[in-house]
């Protein structure tokens, strides 16, 4: 009976604490905020650890790259741009939750992210009911699309990465110029790889190709011989490789030991990373990928539109975090420069963000040149791809 | 265009289900090691094939000394790691049950998969192999010399484990507190000094799995518990604490995952691995080589 008695007075105890903290912080918030302009918060959810990871870190420091170049020049029409970040590990749960978050207690007038297609999916439902500008960094194009057969889009909803089905166009279009027409296609089970497949042969027919053999690998496999080769017993003229992580460099790796070069690989855009060339031990040498600008910033042609502002972005990332630049960290590149150019544009107010983003033309980015329309939220076409091939452990123009 | 015969097919499949099988094993034979000391399924045997890869790398890559070194060095670390396992995480348990033994290896792979995140970051690495990345072309088909290091070293250490187990006082005391954990301690034999040395033991062998496999298939942290799965099937279809077992069972599910995926379809090839083990366990529930009667008296 006395432990019944004590605990509801601890609690009490406990709670009066917790009142007193937050009566404090209350009364001090204000004073803080009265000496700056009220800060423009913009909240972000990227899948930081977890299996995703490889997204979410470039993402996060591009994120935070930006705060830091925007706050130095003295932010957004004299407002600080103040980034809340939450990590959702990959989880889709930890995703939505982080989303609310963001929406209700941190009360942030536009969401960018997340990392991956089938978190953005998730969240979209939350974003739409509190009415909250958000610009995924996911590629899917069912994001942006309420209805696949209309077109509509979403209404609060918006994406820079490249669609696959863009990728697919750039690959296919390279493959009819150089006189290629029986394919195999390799592809990760996961949801990147099943959609990078049902865009390949969807699109097949329309570029007269022929897909001779479709095989599938497993994300944490360790080594994909066989499925390539019954692919070698079915003589293709190229292989399309769709899957991201360990998984494409050793594909790559068993192409090679399997004395396969004869027959052309193509890659995913998920391939963009020289630090696949280098894990691939120089079997790389001679893969085609599309890739957006601001992974071959060095080797683009003085006049590209793209040439500046993909060189200012490698140079201050590389500088700063002493890695190279992968495209994700472009993604957040776009979406939060979007962001931030509808805030200087209409100020803090959501609805005027997402009626600003919704006509913005002409946007230079790191993937490509936005023109965003009520019928197209993620304002990008093919030619925001460029195909590159391994040359010498490096990128290079294909032609 | 050259044309691959379908004999040469079959054996390139092969040769990589028996590669991939190998890897299994060893996994396998850990997972047995530890089961036959202590009844309890150490889930951190995965991680400790994941050390080994990246610890490897570390020695290898960053410092760059010779296998010779790097070889013994990684098999020491790990094999610290897992005696550390042992006692910051079993060792403590006030009553040790099967579960609550099962529940802390649980933990503990968590906390060495994050703290392998911490260290190595989440990007996969990749280590030379022993013998160049020519391949070799046999009958059509092509094998690369790391994969004959691979089977090697399995073969390795199934004879040194034999020898170990059957002519030197301590493994036949290993196999004493197998067969009878109290009998054993009353003999004078100690116990928890026993369950000490399954680990050490065991994530030897898994470090050695994870040194010659990397090679082929890189290594990143989180890697550890896909070959934890497959080794524990590997376990189940060989029959669980049986050694020679764990070897069947591994290169069974390695033959039936590459076979699976080359002529019926690779999407699917997980499903043919599951569904071998499903029936395997309906027909005979203590494995291929497992007895019956010792499943009867076993706890788990």
Known sequence: MANMKTRPSI???????????????LMLSPVVSAHAAQAYKVGAVFSVTGRASFLGDPEKKTALLLQEEINKKGGINGHPLKLIIYDDKGDSTQCVIAVRKLINRDKVCAI??????GLSLSVIPVVQKSKIPNVSCAASYKIVTKNPKTGEQWKWVFKTPQSDSMAVEAIYTHMKKHGISRIAITSVNTGYGASGRSELLRLAPR?????????????????MTAQLTKIKGMSPQAIVNWSIGPTQVVVVRNWKELGMTNIKMYQSHGFGSRKNIKLAAGAAEGIYCPLGACNIAEILPANHPQKQVTMAYVKAYTEKYNEPVSSFG????????????????????KAKIRDYLENIRGFVGQHGVFNFSPKDHNGL??????????????????? | MEHMTLASQLLQYIITGVTIGSIYAMVAIGFNIIYNVTEAINFAQGEFVMLGGLVMVFFRVTLKLPVLFSLPLTISVVMAVGILLDRIAIRPIRKPTVLSMVIATIGASFFIRGAAMFIWGKNPFDLPPFSGRNPITFLGAAIQPQSLWVLGFLVAVVIVLTIF???????KALRACAVNPSASSLVGINVKYMILISFALSAAIGAIGGIVI?????MEYDRGAMLAVKGFSACAVGGIG???????????????ESLGAGLISSGYKDVFALLALLLILFVKPSGLLGSAEVSKIRKF
């Open chain 1, 330 to 349: 472009g993604h957040a590149w776009d979406a939060l420069s979007l962001v931030v150019k509808a805030l200087k544009a209409v100020g803090p107010d």
């Open chain 1, 381 to 399: 076409s093919k030619e925001a791809f460029r195909m590159v091939v391994v040359k010498k452990g490096d990128w290079a123009l294909a032609d």
């Open chain 1, 207 to 223: 570029y007269g190709m022929t897909i001779v053999a479709d095989e599938k690998y497993g994300p944490k496999d360790t080594d």
């Open chain 2, 242 to 256: 049986n050694f020679p077992g764990a070897v069947l069972g591994g290169i069974l599910i390695g033959l039936i």
């Open chain 2, 214 to 218: 990397t090679p082929i298939s890189l």
């Open chain 1, 112 to 117: 960018i992210g997340p990392s991956l297609s």
């Open chain 2, 165 to 171: 187990f059957d002519r030197t006082i301590m493994g």
């Open chain 1, 11 to 25: 609690g009490k105890g406990i709670a009066s604490l917790i009142a007193a903290a937050v009566t404090v912080t």
